[in-house]
């Protein structure tokens, strides 16, 4: 595998109820159209990601070969093969938000968190993510953690905000 080390195994016996959830699921879509994605959808829904066991099930129960099953979920961005903190901050980095120093707020959560750009602290308590224009662009720079938008965002108000969503 070229030196990638999978740092976080899916155990099936703590998630056989999961599995039985998405055989349901996948049963009872097994002759529609775009069942792939539909099961891949779900799979992601039921396990908040879509590990290497995931696929491999998927790929089982479609009787579709792994390796579509990963290149469709390593290709549509809604899709993720690696988890999710229970919090995630999106960091927009369009032209407004960029202009008005959305890089260092990103930089500094990223001090903040201990973490890059894209990873999960190790706690899975945060995913930290760069994004494309929010739609606030009168309010930057801004930033998202889950559903709360905070805008005109000054670097050193990023522990403060951070330490909300750590109790």
């Not at 009872?28 to 775009?34: A, F």
């Not at 959305?102 to 990103?106: A, E, G, H, K, T």
């Given at each position: 595998m070229g030196g990638y080390i999978l740092s976080k195994v899916l155990d099936l016996n703590l998630n056989e109820k999961q599995f039985l959830l998405l055989k349901e699921y996948i049963d009872?879509?097994?002759?529609?159209?775009?069942v792939l994605m539909q099961a891949l959808h779900e799979a992601q829904e039921?396990?908040?990601?879509?590990p290497i066991e995931v696929q491999k099930f998927i790929s089982h129960e479609l009787d579709v070969p792994l390796a579509e099953v990963y290149g469709v979920a390593?290709?549509?961005?809604?899709?993720?093969?690696?988890?999710?903190?229970?919090h995630k901050i999106g960091v927009c980095l369009g032209t407004a938000c960029y202009v008005k120093s959305?890089?260092?707020?990103?930089d500094k959560l990223s001090k903040e968190l201990n973490i890059k750009v894209g990873g999960t602290t190790d706690d899975n308590l945060f995913t930290l993510e760069a994004?494309?224009?929010?739609?606030?662009?009168g309010l930057a720079p801004v930033m998202m953690i889950d559903q709360d938008v905070y805008g005109k965002l000054e670097v050193n108000k990023i522990p403060?905000?951070?330490s909300?969503?750590?109790e």
């Open positions: 009872s879509k097994r002759d529609t159209q775009g039921i396990f908040g990601y879509l390593t290709f549509y961005t809604q899709f993720s093969i690696e988890p999710k903190g229970k959305s890089q260092q707020v990103l994004t494309r224009c929010l739609g606030c662009c403060e905000i951070i909300k969503y750590r």
